[in-house]
């Protein structure tokens, strides 16, 4: 089972993806039917501080539609600060989101 999860993350790779803690973050965060969408990607390595709250989609789920410490060309690189996410509440997703490196969310 694992050697399949393994062969199958490889298959899906998009660089720079964490995938270790997009896993974790999917799975801890909503139901199994929604998870194993992948809807919420984390790249490189934010700070998962507290996921006591929870997550809702008020829009249709697709792969990708969260996206965590992405570093895109339009936004500027904060290299020296580490994405810290604190989700204590809820969070109602109602569209594509992009939570760029070195923001705090709370």
């Given at each position: 089972?694992?050697s399949?999860?393994?062969?199958?993350?490889?298959?899906?790779?998009?660089?720079?993806?964490?995938?270790?803690?997009?896993?974790?973050?999917?799975?801890?965060?909503?139901?199994?039917?929604?998870?194993?969408?992948?809807?919420?990607?984390?790249?490189?390595?934010?700070?998962?501080?507290?996921?006591?709250?929870?997550?809702?989609?008020?829009?249709?789920?697709?792969?990708?539609?969260?996206?965590?410490?992405?570093?895109?060309?339009?936004?500027?690189?904060?290299?020296?600060?580490?994405?810290?996410i604190?989700?204590?509440?809820?969070?109602?997703?109602?569209?594509?989101?992009?939570?760029?490196?070195?923001?705090?969310?709370?």
């Amino acid at each position: 089972m694992i050697s399949r999860l393994y062969n199958w993350i490889e298959r899906q790779s998009i660089p720079g993806i964490n995938w270790f803690k997009t896993i974790y973050l999917n799975f801890r965060m909503l139901p199994f039917k929604q998870a194993k969408r992948f809807p919420i990607l984390v790249y490189g390595n934010p700070a998962l501080n507290s996921l006591s709250g929870k997550i809702t989609f008020d829009c249709p789920i697709k792969k990708g539609i969260v996206k965590i410490n992405k570093q895109e060309t339009f936004a500027p690189s904060l290299q020296t600060g580490r994405t810290q996410i604190c989700i204590y509440g809820s969070v109602v997703i109602k569209g594509e989101v992009l939570i760029g490196c070195g923001t705090k969310y709370w």
